[in-house]
């Protein structure tokens, strides 16, 4: 039931490409930037991309986002056993002036 | 070095009140937009509340409004959160969260302080 829609779910193998999407609307995507965070059990959630297509430094550049619309998108290229993890996208939510995530995708490297 | 440190969480019984303190260092906190965000057991990252640098703009999602009340001392370099009538939805790892600029990303967190609502 979050506002954003990600897949719970997702794998992959090493040297493989994925890209987890993130579906919203109007009010949050269609208007608002996404951010991307990583989420490594026991840890402190990690800021991945900004902006949409912006990387903090220090992200490596495997690591890419895009926006269409309502709709987002985080490429992971060249997927390592390390970007095993669970995965969140959000963006502002104009109607609730706060912030939404979506449910967040979990990522296998198998 | 860049951190936020909570505290203040514990067990407590449904309808009474917790305060939740988050203080900063190495970070311009005087200037900089603040955010709550909790992770229930085993669901996923749910946004809490925000304030702004000044202390006089607050947000609060649906699920806290009337019972969270979030504040600021730019002074101590502290966020607090104010949690009363709490139930037993609100048990969660609450992370205190500082933001990059007034509406953008979430770009340093704390490792957070659990709250656990239960009789």
């Known amino acids: 039931q979050s506002v954003l829609t990600q897949p719970p779910s997702m794998s992959g193998t090493p040297g493989q490409k994925v890209t987890i999407s993130c579906s919203g609307s109007d009010s949050n995507i269609g208007t608002n930037t996404v951010n991307w965070y990583l989420h490594l059990p026991g840890a402190a959630p990690k800021l991945l991309i900004y902006a949409d297509d912006q990387r903090p430094s220090g992200v490596p550049d495997r690591f890419s986002g895009s926006k269409s619309g309502t709709s987002a998108s985080l490429a992971i290229s060249g997927l390592q056993s390390e970007d095993e993890s669970l995965y969140y996208c959000?963006?502002?939510?104009?109607?609730?002036?706060?912030?939404?995530f979506g449910g967040g995708t979990k990522l296998t490297v198998l | 070095e860049v951190q936020l440190v909570e505290s203040g969480g514990g067990l407590v019984q449904p309808g009474k009140s917790l305060r939740l303190s988050c203080v900063a260092s190495g970070l311009a906190f005087d200037v900089s937009a603040m955010h709550w965000v909790r992770q229930a057991p085993g669901k996923g990252l749910e946004w809490v509340s925000g304030i702004n640098w000044t202390g006089d703009k607050k947000h609060y999602a649906d699920s806290v409004r009337g019972r969270f009340t979030i504040s600021r001392d730019n002074r101590k370099n502290s966020l607090y959160l104010q949690m009363n009538s709490l139930r037993a939805e609100d048990t969660a790892l609450y992370y205190c969260?500082?933001?990059?600029?007034?509406?953008?990303?979430?770009?340093?967190w704390g490792k957070g302080t659990t709250v656990t609502v239960s009789s």
């Open positions: 959000a963006s502002w939510e104009d109607s609730l002036s706060g912030w939404v």
């Open positions: 969260v500082k933001l990059a600029e007034p509406l953008g990303p979430m770009d340093v």
